[in-house]
């Protein structure tokens, strides 16, 4: 399989500080990565590199088969791009909006392209409705539907289903998987545990570089930790003195359990088994989160340089 996204030695500096610092990046067709990091860690320089949109000071790579610095015109044209801030003309119909982005981009026949765009998003039943009229899911559908009519190769999604609820998320990602088992590539960077689960492959930065990369389950295995699950009546009072505990590194409620994770199992549960000798709390071992892994990056690697 080609690879959509290849990329070495990626480095950008604003003044003297260097916010991307030698990132590598292959993505290959058709697949969906997600991009993880802290705030300010560099994901949007890196997408905006990726894409085109900004020069790096170091590196090289090609993007849809394009030279990034080179041919940056020819990559614009191939991709689509869903940032968080959406905007759309909220006085005109989610067919008119659809119609006027098609003229942006030229397409012809336009009432094709944009009556097959609402049918395969779903928004055929409500193209007479005014954009500044629906909920927060459906303008996310509209968003997509707009970003992805011109039949880009390549969609960049950041932070794509903020303020959307569960069922639209759901329906939200439905939609991306369908786009790339067709062949779309989806680069998505995000906050939330869930929309990094749903992606083929996790890419996650901190301060400019790579510190993680691999599928959710290899990116948890890689993690080294170990996570025991604490019940019993009084957990919440608990919870501070469990995090004083040796080989105790985080403790999380969970409900009326306590997920206590570190990297050493037989400390912790050295640990855990002795107050449960005098607290009637029962330990059992649990499942290491994706958020826990991150958690751990975002304090191994620092995050107080924002
Ligand atoms: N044009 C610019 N000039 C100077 N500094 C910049 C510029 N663009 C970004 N930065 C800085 O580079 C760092 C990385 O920003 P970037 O937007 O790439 O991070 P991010 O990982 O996308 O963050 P977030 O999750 O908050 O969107 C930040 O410290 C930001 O202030």
Same mark, same amino acid.
């Given at each position: 399989?080609?690879?959509?996204? #290849?990329?070495?030695? =990626?480095?950008?500096?604003? %003044?003297?500080?260097?916010?991307?610092?030698? &990132?590598?990046?292959?993505?290959?067709?058709?697949?969906?990565?997600?991009?993880?990091?802290?705030? %300010?860690?560099?994901?949007? @320089?890196?997408?905006?590199?990726?894409?085109?949109?900004?020069?790096?000071?170091?590196?090289?790579?090609?993007?849809?088969?394009?030279?990034?610095?080179?041919?940056?015109?020819?990559?614009?044209?191939?991709?689509?791009?869903? @940032?968080?801030?959406?905007?759309?003309?909220?006085?005109?119909?989610?067919? #008119?909006?659809?119609?006027?982005?098609?003229?942006?981009?030229? !397409?012809?026949?336009?009432?094709?392209?944009?009556?097959? @765009?609402?049918? #395969?998003?779903?928004?055929?039943?409500?193209?007479?409705? !005014?954009?500044?009229?629906?909920?927060?899911?459906?303008?996310?559908?509209?968003?997509?539907?707009?970003?992805?009519?011109? %039949?880009?190769?390549?969609?960049?999604?950041?932070?794509?289903?903020?303020?959307?609820?569960?069922?639209?998320?759901?329906?939200?990602?439905?939609? &991306?998987?369908?786009?790339?088992?067709?062949?779309?590539?989806? !680069?998505?960077?995000?906050?939330?545990?869930?929309?990094?689960?749903?992606?083929?492959? &996790?890419?996650?930065?901190?301060?400019?570089?790579?510190?993680?990369?691999?599928?959710?389950?290899?990116?948890?295995? %890689?993690?080294? =930790?170990?996570?025991?699950?604490?019940?019993?009546?009084?957990?919440?009072?608990?919870?501070?003195? &469990?995090?004083?505990?040796?080989?105790? #590194?985080?403790?999380?409620?969970?409900?009326?359990? =306590?997920?206590?994770?570190?990297?050493?199992?037989?400390?912790?549960?050295?640990?855990?088994?002795? =107050?449960?000798?005098?607290?009637?709390?029962?330990?059992?071992?649990?499942? @290491?989160? !994706?958020?826990?892994?991150?958690?751990?990056?975002?304090?191994?690697?620092?995050?107080?340089?924002?």
């Amino acid at each position: 399989m080609a690879n959509a996204i #290849e990329a070495e030695g =990626l480095t950008k500096r604003f %003044g003297d500080h260097t916010v991307v610092d030698h &990132i590598s990046l292959d993505v290959a067709e058709g697949e969906i990565v997600g991009f993880l990091g802290p705030n %300010g860690s560099g994901k949007t @320089t890196t997408i905006r590199m990726l894409t085109g949109l900004l020069t790096p000071d170091e590196g090289s790579g090609r993007c849809l088969g394009y030279d990034i610095v080179r041919e940056s015109d020819r990559i614009k044209l191939n991709i689509g791009y869903m @940032t968080q801030r959406f905007s759309f003309y909220e006085d005109l119909t989610i067919r #008119e909006n659809l119609d006027f982005v098609a003229r942006l981009y030229g !397409l012809t026949p336009r009432r094709e392209h944009v009556d097959r @765009t609402l049918d #395969e998003l779903g928004l055929s039943g409500r193209n007479d409705q !005014l954009a500044g009229t629906l909920s927060g899911g459906w303008k996310q559908r509209l968003a997509l539907a707009a970003s992805v009519m011109h %039949g880009p190769k390549l969609l960049l999604l950041d932070e794509p289903t903020a303020g959307v609820d569960p069922k639209a998320r759901r329906e939200f990602w439905d939609q &991306i998987h369908h786009l790339a088992a067709d062949g779309l590539t989806v !680069l998505v960077s995000t906050h939330y545990m869930d929309e990094a689960e749903r992606c083929h492959r &996790i890419v996650y930065i901190s301060y400019g570089t790579v510190v993680a990369r691999g599928t959710a389950e290899e990116v948890i295995a %890689g993690s080294g =930790l170990s996570t025991f699950v604490v019940r019993g009546k009084q957990t919440a009072t608990l919870a501070d003195r &469990i995090r004083t505990l040796d080989g105790v #590194e985080q403790v999380a409620p969970f409900g009326a359990e =306590l997920h206590v994770v570190g990297s050493d199992p037989a400390r912790l549960q050295a640990s855990l088994d002795a =107050l449960a000798a005098t607290n009637g709390i029962t330990i059992s071992r649990g499942e @290491t989160s !994706l958020e826990d892994v991150f958690i751990r990056l975002m304090s191994e690697h620092g995050d107080d340089r924002r």
